[in-house]
């Protein structure tokens, strides 16, 4: 499957009544990223199904994702659509080949549920961040314990690339020729 543009990516969202947009700033010498899936419900109000912010600096292990959020009656694809946005603009505007989350620990249950989740995504597990005295920096940085995770974004971009045509019934192939 070929990686889809941005143009062409908030093109399906538009025509599945869509709206993706990004935010994007360079404050000192680092990317700084909104993403947004919506829906207008008339001229002047929209409706936020979705949204991920991440930042990122200059390095093939650069991509820092921080929040993800999908509204619980979003329309069915968002977070895929979500996804593949992200992982469509660090490969297109970034060095950046690889991501990095927290699987945030607050709670035993919801935490399993998170871990599988991003599993799902594309994401392994690298280690747990813990009370360790060696932990402090990442906790510092992600704002809590829990698990450290990687994905290729390459490979989380097919997973949920796959998944958004799928459920948006787009299942051409865009690697055959036209």
């Known amino acids: 499957m070929t990686q889809l543009s941005l143009i062409e990516l908030e ?9 993706l947009r990004l935010q994007v700033r360079r404050p ?11 829906q207008a419900l ?5 409706q936020l ?10 390095g093939e292990k650069g991509l820092q994702l921080d929040t993800m959020r999908v509204h619980p009656e979003a329309p069915a694809g968002a977070g895929d659509l ?3 946005g992200t992982m469509t603009w660090a490969l297109e505007a970034t060095p950046c080949k690889q991501a ?13 549920r998170l871990i599988r989740y991003f ?7 690298i280690r747990e961040l813990g009370a360790a005295p060696m932990d402090f920096p990442l906790r510092m940085i992600w704002g809590g314990a829990g698990a ?8 989380v971009l097919e997973r949920n690339q796959r998944r958004w045509q799928t459920c948006r019934g787009l299942r051409r192939d865009h690697s055959s020729p036209a």
Do not use: P
């Open 11 to 19: 093109k399906q969202a538009s025509d599945a009544g869509l709206l």
């Open 28 to 38: 000192l010498n680092l990317w700084s990223l909104k993403l947004v899936v919506a």
């Open 42 to 46: 008339d001229q002047e109000r929209i």
């Open 49 to 58: 199904w979705g949204e991920m912010k991440a930042w990122a600096y200059a």
């Open 82 to 84: 979500i996804w593949v």
């Open 100 to 112: 990095r989350l927290l699987a945030i620990c607050d709670e035993g249950r919801q935490h399993h």
């Open 119 to 125: 599993r799902q995504r594309g994401f392994l597990t």
């Open 148 to 155: 450290l995770m990687v994905g290729s974004c390459s490979e």
